[in-house]
């Protein structure tokens, strides 16, 4: 058997047991996910374990996150295709390339220059052109290409992000990690003129943003 056909067999076992298998139904999310070479995003020495589902050390004390916690945060986004997303938090670019295979354009803010810069060239690597990688601080967001349809977050707040919420367009969406109470949920905020509107996904563990 071949490198690709062990890949796409593994990444569509990935997708049967630990996404779908957990009640994650969006089709074009399975695609992406079963599509999107997962061993690409981490560490050489972790690849026999990239399709596991469970976070992993990608260096500088960041992780990629399990295949089932980017599948709900990615449905929770009810992508359609022809949207702008921006991303706070582009890591090891994974979660960027699943988006990229649903959205129009993405946008995404690493505030560590060496991880920028690897996340760049696997998208290029793999032939990903509508991902934007910018180094900076990810609480200012990404104001040249703002309003954006939705924004991910990736790491986990416990303080104001009012920049980066400021950046969301009306009637858009927001996934991000929360801490409350020393305890991490994952919530999508939907912004509807002057009113907010919070759902809680799922208990989750980020590493936390640094503000």
């Known amino acids: 058997m071949s490198l690709r056909s062990q890949r796409v067999m593994s990444a569509r076992k990935m997708v049967e047991q630990y996404v779908a298998g957990k009640g994650v139904d969006c089709p074009r999310v399975l695609k992406a996910m079963e599509e999107?070479?997962?061993?690409?995003?981490?560490?050489?020495i972790l690849r026999e374990r990239a399709y596991s589902d469970h976070p992993l050390p990608i260096g500088y004390d960041q992780t990629i996150s399990q295949p089932y916690v980017v599948a709900k945060m990615t449905s929770a986004l009810e992508l359609k295709g022809d949207e702008t997303i921006l991303e706070i938090g582009t890591g090891s670019g994974y979660q960027a390339a699943i988006l990229s295979k649903l959205c129009?354009?993405?946008?995404?803010?690493?505030?560590?220059?060496?991880?920028?810069?690897?996340?760049?060239?696997?998208?290029?690597a793999y032939g990903i052109h509508n991902v934007s990688v910018k180094i900076d601080h990810g609480l200012w967001g990404w104001k040249e290409f703002a309003p954006f349809d939705h924004i991910m977050i990736t790491a986990s707040v416990s303080s104001n992000i009012e920049p980066?919420?400021?950046?969301?367009?009306?009637?858009?969406?927001?996934?991000?990690?929360?801490?409350r109470r020393k305890k991490q949920s994952l919530f999508l905020i939907e912004k509807c003129g002057e009113n907010?509107?919070?759902t809680r996904i799922c208990d989750c563990s980020f590493v936390p943003f640094i503000s």
């Open 196 to 198: 907010i509107k919070e």
């Open 164 to 179: 980066i919420f400021s950046q969301l367009k009306d009637g858009g969406r927001l996934v991000a990690p929360f801490e």
């Open 104 to 124: 129009k354009r993405v946008f995404s803010v690493e505030r560590i220059p060496e991880l920028a810069r690897k996340a760049r060239s696997r998208l290029e």
């Open 36 to 44: 999107v070479p997962r061993e690409l995003f981490v560490p050489e």
